[in-house]
């Protein structure tokens, strides 16, 4: 079912569930509303489950895993630019400095630099497409298909980077 659809079933079953109470505070005036609570109560968690889309869910538990894996990569780069740990302050000095100079012309560290901040962007539209919680099916699949493609090729990028700023060594 689609959005459209789901939003329709959910304004119909809504207005059902206003005029039975409707129906029964008119007809029972006192208990009627003690009724209407608990059958309005009831309809809408009714409506919250029947209407859910389990195969939806997982699409968005895959997408948002194909997210966070595309952020572990951001956040190693991250870590190297600006982490105060031992380690993270010799990778950045002794051993990978290239990685940590935005002016460094060595292609292929340009290239895991260009694709880092496209990944950014990446995220954050990723996360506003799934807050907004209109993403049917077919464009979840869409997503998760491009999320997979990318954290391959920013992976990859990210160890050939590493290598290629290894063999430069420190200026």
């Known amino acids: 079912m689609d959005s459209s659809q789901r939003d329709l079933m959910r304004a119909l079953g809504i207005g059902v569930l206003i005029a039975v109470c409707l129906v029964l505070v008119i007809a029972l005036r006192g208990p009627g509303i003690l009724l209407s609570v608990v059958v309005l109560t009831g309809g809408l968690v009714y409506m919250r489950r029947a209407l859910s889309d389990p195969e939806a869910a997982s699409l968005r538990a895959s997408l948002t895993i194909a997210r966070d894996d595309i952020a572990d990569v951001l956040a190693q780069y991250d870590t190297l630019l600006h982490g105060a740990t031992p380690d993270a302050i010799a990778d950045r000095t002794f051993y990978f400095p290239a990685l940590a100079d935005p ?9 895991f630099q260009l694709r880092a901040a496209s990944a950014q962007r990446f995220i954050a539209r990723i996360d506003a497409r799934l807050a907004s919680g209109d993403l049917d099916r077919a464009q979840l699949e869409r997503l998760i298909a491009i999320a997979d493609e990318r954290v391959l090729e920013l992976a990859a990028s990210w160890r050939d980077a590493r290598r290629a700023a290894r063999e430069l060594g420190p200026s």
């Open 103 to 111: 002016g460094c012309e060595n292609p292929v560290i340009q290239d």
